[in-house]
């Protein structure tokens, strides 16, 4: 096996869980987000050896997923199912419990996904996927300022809207 091989199936193992996340927050479907997941990684596979820097495949493989889940966003705008999460959290949480929690979750996804791109994007990336605000901004090929004040704007709006919601 070679060396750029064993280095795009590297990749994919240590990032799929959380690709697979960020790709759900934003579809809000976790096997379509699988979907978009592999389907990015078998279209990036054959550019990583392309890459300036090496690493950064996993910048590029996150900002290759969140633009193909946009992709499938356009593509499929009817298709929602407010679901989000791993699935994890119903063997802790009772039934009730995880119902409620998946309900504030789908509603506060839904104002999330009522913000500019941009400022969406931070959020998912920043609060849902927890990445630094250097990873995210390179992520979005942005500066680390531009992502701060983005995040501000976000989060003022997200505050706003929220107070307006109770």
Do not use: C
């Not at 959380?18 to 279209?43: G, K, N, P």
């Not at 820097?53 to 889940?69: E, F, G, H, T």
């Not at 504030?104 to 630094?132: A, G, N, Y």
């Amino acid at each position: 096996m070679s060396d750029a091989r064993a280095a795009a199936q590297e990749l994919f193992a240590s990032s799929y869980v959380s690709l697979v996340r960020l790709a759900a927050a934003t579809l809000r479907d976790r096997s379509w987000a699988e979907d978009v997941v592999q389907e990015s990684f078998a279209h990036v596979q054959t550019k990583l050896n392309q890459l300036r820097d090496p690493d950064s495949a996993l910048a590029y493989m996150r900002k290759s997923v969140l633009n193909r889940a946009r992709s499938e966003l356009r593509r499929h705008h009817s298709r929602s199912t407010g679901a989000v999460g791993d699935g994890q959290t119903g063997a802790v949480l009772d039934a009730e419990h995880e119902a409620m929690a998946r309900l504030r979750h789908s509603e506060l996804l839904d104002l999330i996904h009522t913000l500019p791109k941009r400022q969406r994007d931070i959020v998912l990336l920043r609060f849902v996927h927890q990445l630094s605000l250097d990873e995210a901004a390179s992520t979005l090929r942005i500066t680390v300022g531009a992502v701060k004040a983005s995040q501000h704007r976000a989060l003022a709006k997200l505050k706003q809207r929220l107070e307006g919601h109770i």
